[in-house]
């Protein structure tokens, strides 16, 4: 009777309250073509269930300040998605359970999160990867990412970002790959297959996430959050090729931006999120507003009211709604009042629900149990964050051959607020980085210069402020050295989000602090860390070495003395421009012609970038031949092969990119001077010779996307530039 009892209780009440489960539906049934499993889902579900999966709500600490208004939710399991900041992987699976057993339908939960340069292994900031030119690195340090944060109960990152740096006053330049189109089409390429890996539903991968689609580097004055003005031959030519790059790898998601383009907003706009993105390029998978992007269109006086604002996303074609709750709020009554068909919502739940199947999701919604030691810092995953951080730094100046520090220098005067330092060193967006995991740069100088100098460190000075009391310290550190190594920096929400600055200059109290150390006679070595260009004209001058560290990540310590030491050879080149002053923004290397060339230039400051787009020195020569090509006229339909062999002259093995540019001197529209078409990474060990290789596809390198998206080659003449040589081809009819 009992039992009876018990089975009736189990059968009714789940049906009377709606829990009750669909016994072997399609749609669970792994075997069923994808497509037929997704539509079977959405004619089970009820209007109420589908508006659920178009949701976002958070679980976990806030850990971005500039997110304010966040609202704690308890997890309903009927959610579409939680931006999921615990390191937990317990209570991920835990909410999943009530997911996938309490609730009627049994609709997986998609976890997703920051993890922007890494999880708890911090690596470089994204801008300093591009500096490393190693795709293969940079791909590893996302597989390394995917891993820790799928162990953490993640299925999806925000990442990678892939605005193109136009703006250092705009502190997001730091979470992208730098000023070029094509370098942020190959890195997006690399981030996504790191995160995605073969298959987005083997164990430790994730989704990747395309964002800020689109334009959002261009925020009005490089100010955060502001608008962005774009001419759609811009759009085209600069910030639509990365997205589709990534898109074509098969990136499972977009993010749209805060910016307005050209007045229609990025979270509101029907031509980049469905005419381009979906019908054009096919993207299948989802869109996903920004924080509060929804909402803003309020404050960006296209929506009256937060019910106009779910309208005009949920049409353009944000499927995903972060946080705001516009979705969960207004649509029930706006697919009611016939505002927003029913089939609009169909197609946001299908592309959801498409990636939570390609993800896995419905066969296998936990994630492993591991212990921390076993989740976290591997030693492999070190060594990584090591050799990328050490590949990323940049060497701006070396009079002399200041650099590297050999037995030359037996006193060492260590200085700066960056040395002792283990937060800012780790930059914005730090994911589940902990300070007490950061090899600090004291830290990797004692283990480098262990039995090999002296280190007489001193603070000298705050970041910033009017306190000069650590001067004299200094001084008399930097008198009592052979050299005297300076660590200066910005603190890390000076870049990144919300992270606009008014000047690129460091603070002045930093300045001053190496005008003050250049009494002591001593070769002054800079090392700057930073999430962006910073103004040197003053620095410069000072110093006889500068390397741009950036923001390094956990492992600074060993990368920056190793650097130092000469243990690394610095084999990094500029991803982003450094301008003489912040009066000379914007300015990169692929701009377009003046009319008048020689004139028009600020009067008060050099007419050239201090160091340019593809700057970096080596410890060791490199020795680059004249530029072959296979042919000097070329027809549309063929290739010409460019070649150049480069020559390790010096005593260092070193690894040298290779960084291939085309120009087009005359053309229906005018053409940059210059554009980045490939690049190589290779080896060459000391004495060593190798040829890097450059097949040009005319089609490819050659045309130009116009102001609606059609590619054009035009027959003329063409510049392929290497290393500031040049030769010319002609590609006719
Ligand atoms: C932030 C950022 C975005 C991030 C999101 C979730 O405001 O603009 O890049 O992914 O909110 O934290």
Redo the contacts with the bound molecule.
């Keep these: 009777m009992k039992k009876i009892f018990l089975t009736l209780t189990a059968v009714v009440i789940p049906f009377l309250t709606g829990t009750a489960q669909i016994k072997n539906p399609i749609y669970k049934d792994k075997k069923a073509p994808i497509e037929a499993r997704i539509e079977n889902l959405i004619s089970l579900m009820t209007l109420e269930e589908k508006i659920m999966q178009m949701n976002q709500w958070t679980y976990g600490k806030n850990a971005?300040p500039?997110?304010i208004g966040e609202i704690m939710k308890a997890a309903n399991p009927e959610i579409g998605s939680l931006?999921y900041r615990s390191t937990n992987p317990e209570y991920r699976n835990q909410i999943q359970k009530k997911a996938m057993t309490e609730t009627r339908l049994g609709i997986p939960i998609i976890f997703g999160f920051?993890a922007i340069h890494g999880y708890r292994t911090v690596f470089p900031i994204p801008l300093a990867q591009a500096c490393s030119w190693n795709t293969e690195l940079v791909k590893q340090s996302c597989a390394i990412t995917a891993k820790e944060s799928w162990l953490s109960g993640l299925d999806w990152t925000?990442s990678p970002m892939l605005d193109v740096a136009r703006d250092a006053r705009w502190g997001r330049v730091s979470e992208g790959y730098g000023e070029d189109t094509y370098a942020n089409s190959v890195f997006a390429v690399a981030a996504v297959q790191g995160y995605q890996g073969e298959n987005l539903a083997d164990k430790y991968t994730i989704a990747a996430c395309l964002?800020?689609y689109i334009g959002y580097s261009l925020s009005e004055g490089g100010r955060d959050y502001h608008y962005s003005d774009i001419s759609n031959q811009t759009l085209w030519e600069t910030f639509m090729p990365p997205f589709e790059a990534g898109i074509k790898a098969g990136a499972a998601t977009v993010?749209c931006g805060f910016n307005d383009i050209s007045g229609i907003p990025a979270s509101a706009n029907h031509y980049t999120l469905t005419e381009i993105l979906k019908r054009k390029w096919g993207h299948q998978g989802f869109v996903i507003s920004?924080?509060g992007s929804i909402r803003n269109l309020v404050e960006q006086s296209v929506a009256k009211d937060l019910k106009e604002a779910a309208t005009k996303s949920v049409l353009a074609g944000v499927e995903m709604d972060?946080v705001d709750n516009a979705y969960l709020d207004y649509l029930p009554e706006l697919v009611k009042e016939g505002k927003v068909p029913m089939a609009t919502i169909d197609e946001a739940v299908r592309r959801i629900i498409r990636v939570k199947m390609k993800l896995g999701l419905f066969e296998n919604p936990y994630v492993d149990v591991v212990p921390e030691k076993k989740r976290y810092l591997l030693p492999e995953y070190l060594k990584v964050a090591e050799e990328l951080a050490a590949e990323s730094m940049v060497l701006l100046k070396n009079k002399k051959q200041t650099l590297p520090i050999t037995d030359k220098y037996k006193n060492l005067a260590i200085i700066g607020p960056m040395v002792k330092d283990s937060v800012h060193i780790m930059g914005f967006w730090e994911g589940m980085g902990r300070p007490e995991d950061v090899e600090t740069i004291f830290d990797g100088l004692q283990k480098e210069f262990k039995n090999k100098a002296t280190l007489n460190y001193a603070l000298g000075c705050n970041f910033e402020g009017e306190d000069k009391s650590g001067f004299a310290e200094a001084l008399a550190a930097a008198k009592k050295s052979d050299a005297v190594v300076v660590f200066l920096g910005e603190k890390r929400n000076w870049s990144g989000?919300n992270g606009s600055r008014s000047t690129i200059a460091l603070p002045k109290i930093q300045e001053e602090l190496v005008a003050e150390l250049q009494k002591a006679g001593k070769p002054i070595i800079l090392m700057l860390s930073s999430g962006r260009p910073l103004e040197l004209i003053r620095l410069n001058e000072m110093a006889d070495a500068i390397v741009e560290i950036w923001q390094p990540g956990t492992v600074a310590g060993s990368s920056v003395a190793g650097i130092l030491s000469g243990r690394h050879n610095p084999s990094g080149k500029l991803s982003i421009t450094f301008p003489q002053t912040t009066g000379q923004i914007p300015i990169y290397y692929n701009m377009r012609e003046a009319a008048r060339p020689d004139l028009g230039h600020y009067q008060d400051i050099p007419r050239d970038a201090l160091y340019w787009f593809g700057h970096g020195l080596s410890y060791t020569t490199y020795e680059y031949s004249p530029i072959k090509l296979s042919k000097t006229k070329i027809q549309k339909g063929e290739k010409i092969i460019a070649e150049v062999e480069v020559t390790n002259a010096g005593s260092r093995d070193g690894k040298e990119t290779v960084q291939w540019f085309v120009k087009d001197p005359f053309a229906t529209i005018s053409r940059p001077m210059k554009e980045l078409k490939y690049f190589e990474k290779k080896e060459i060990k000391s004495g060593e010779k190798v040829v890097y290789r450059f097949e040009i596809d005319p089609m490819r390198d050659l045309s130009y996307l116009d102001s609606v998206g059609v590619r054009h080659l035009e027959a003329g003449d063409f510049y392929v530039i290497v290393n500031n040589q040049k030769i010319k081809f002609e590609l006719v009819d």
Excluded: G, I, Q
């Design positions: 971005n500039n997110n931006l920051d925000f964002k800020h993010m920004d924080w972060m989000e």
